[in-house]
């Protein structure tokens, strides 16, 4: 019987051993499943909470919309750019209304006011310019002469590209990227100052921004900036704003708005939201419709 104790005993340590690697194994699964569980919560709460911020900032669209429509002007939203901070649930709202006639209509605007644009945004070679400028037109007009002075569909094959000019107006800012001498840099920097949507053919100097401002024919810097400080001023003491004289210019704010919302959840998440706004005709729809779309963050 002593002879067999020692066989006993090892088998009893082998059980041990299988039972604690066993139990180790167990718990190994069971963090596994935790940790997972875990991450998968984290998952779903951030998506809960981007879900939450695009609704507040689509929200915001709809506090714009409202502001717009107000008949009584103490109340009544100008768009002039300027941030009204909003709370709707837990977000806070950043929102701002720019009147799109403050921006250069690709499909309406002269030669010298889209080579301003150009030049504005930092294209020096004014021969460069010359030959772009000549290609968005070419692009957007379907006049018989102008296809007939402007870039064939085989002067774009040779330039490396297998379609041709529109020879219609441009459907959007995003066409540009396919003219013949546009760079995708280029485009990132004359993105802000131009649109399709204000149908003017100059700008509103009241909403325009700076770089804008700067693509006006003949103005210098120091004018600009001399007019932007009058224009706060102004905006300051609840005044009108001044009036810039300078060639380019149009007569008024147009019918089409941009709005810019952007929603920051208590975690510091931030949801953004553009969208260019045009009055609604049709009865029983709300004041404007949305023809433009584009979220910003919240990834």
């Known amino acids: 019987m002593n002879a067999g104790a020692p066989g006993l005993r090892r088998q009893a340590g082998m059980a041990l051993v299988l039972v604690l690697w066993v139990i180790t194994l167990l718990a190994v699964i069971a963090a596994s499943f935790t940790l997972g569980m875990r991450r998968e919560a984290g998952t779903i709460r951030h998506m809960v909470e981007v879900a939450e911020a695009r609704a507040a900032a689509e929200a915001g669209v709809r506090f714009a919309m409202l502001g717009l429509t107000e008949s009584d002007e103490e109340l009544a939203w100008k768009p002039d750019g300027r941030p009204r901070q909003l709370r709707f649930g837990d977000a806070t709202l950043v929102i701002r209304v720019r009147s799109e006639s403050g921006r250069v209509d690709i499909n309406h605007a002269p030669p010298e006011l889209i080579d301003g644009v150009l030049r504005a945004a930092g ?7 010359a030959a772009l400028v000549d290609s968005i037109l070419d692009w957007r007009d379907p006049s018989p002469l102008r296809r007939a002075a402007g870039l064939s569909e085989a002067d774009y094959r040779a330039a490396g590209l297998d379609y041709g000019p529109r020879n219609e107006p441009f459907l959007g800012v995003e066409e ?10 280029l485009y990132r920097r004359i993105r802000p100052m131009v649109t399709v ?4 053919a100059g ?11 700067l693509a006006l024919p003949g103005i210098d810097a120091g004018e600009v900036d001399a007019f932007l400080e009058r224009r706060e001023e102004a905006r300051e003491q609840d005044l009108p704003d001044p009036a810039l004289e300078w060639a ?13 919302a952007v929603a920051r959840m208590p975690s510091g998440l931030e949801q953004g939201l553009r969208v260019v ?11 404007y419709r949305i023809v433009h779309y584009r979220l910003e963050g919240g990834a």
């Open 123 to 129: 294209m020096e070679d004014g021969g460069a310019r």
């Open 176 to 185: 540009l990227l396919l003219v013949p001498g546009m760079t995708p840099d």
């Open 197 to 200: 949507h204000s149908r003017q």
């Open 203 to 213: 700008i509103d100097a009241t909403s325009a921004d700076r770089d804008v401002l």
């Open 248 to 260: 380019g210019l149009g007569g008024g704010g147009g019918l089409a708005y941009s709005v810019e």
């Open 277 to 287: 706004l045009m009055p609604e005709t049709a009865a029983g729809r709300e004041p």
